[in-house]
């Protein structure tokens, strides 16, 4: 069954690899290697080993494009082929509170301004200006309707 899902899911990637990504042409532009080295690498050996620096950027900045949630943004890479693509298929994806506490380090540690003026370096190096876009986070709340009879008779 595995290999059948694999030929659909390669399938679907060729179709939209056709249709010219965004976030593939983005991907190209940016060196991500310069701009992980920008954070130091972390000496504790303790618990799991960390996710690459590289992917958790790529992550913040895809978030930070579409304006989505922790939550949202973790849902998307399994959803999306696109981001997948654009984290190169990453066999492990970070949980939305993993994706918190790395944008909570980085900030704490003043690390969060260097990148994104890194990475708007060499965009803006090459001439190019990238526009934001949102991708709506829908949830659904049921409401208590209350009482059936308000007392506003006739009305």
């Not at 080993?49 to 949630?69: A, G, R, W």
């Not at 399994?78 to 693509?85: E, G, K, M, S, T």
């Not at 994706?99 to 969060?112: P, V």
């Amino acid at each position: 069954m595995k290999n059948l899902i694999d030929f659909a899911l390669k399938e679907k990637y060729e179709k939209v690899k056709k249709l010219k990504s965004n976030l593939e042409e983005i991907n190209k532009l940016i060196d991500w290697n310069s701009v992980a080295e920008l954070i130091p690498k972390n000496k504790n050996n303790i618990g799991r080993p960390p996710y690459e620096t590289k992917l958790m950027i790529k992550i913040l900045f895809l978030q930070s494009c579409y304006s989505i949630s922790d939550e949202e943004v973790e849902y998307q890479f399994y959803n999306r082929l696109d981001f997948q693509q654009f984290l190169d298929f990453s066999k492990s994806i970070p949980d939305y509170s993993t994706i918190w506490r790395f944008r909570e380090e980085l900030t704490e540690l003043d690390f969060i301004d260097r990148i994104w003026a890194e990475i708007n370096s060499q965009i803006q190096n090459k001439g190019i200006q990238i526009k934001k876009g949102k991708i709506q986070d829908a949830t659904f709340i049921e409401a208590d309707p209350g009482k059936k009879n308000s007392g506003m008779n006739g009305r």
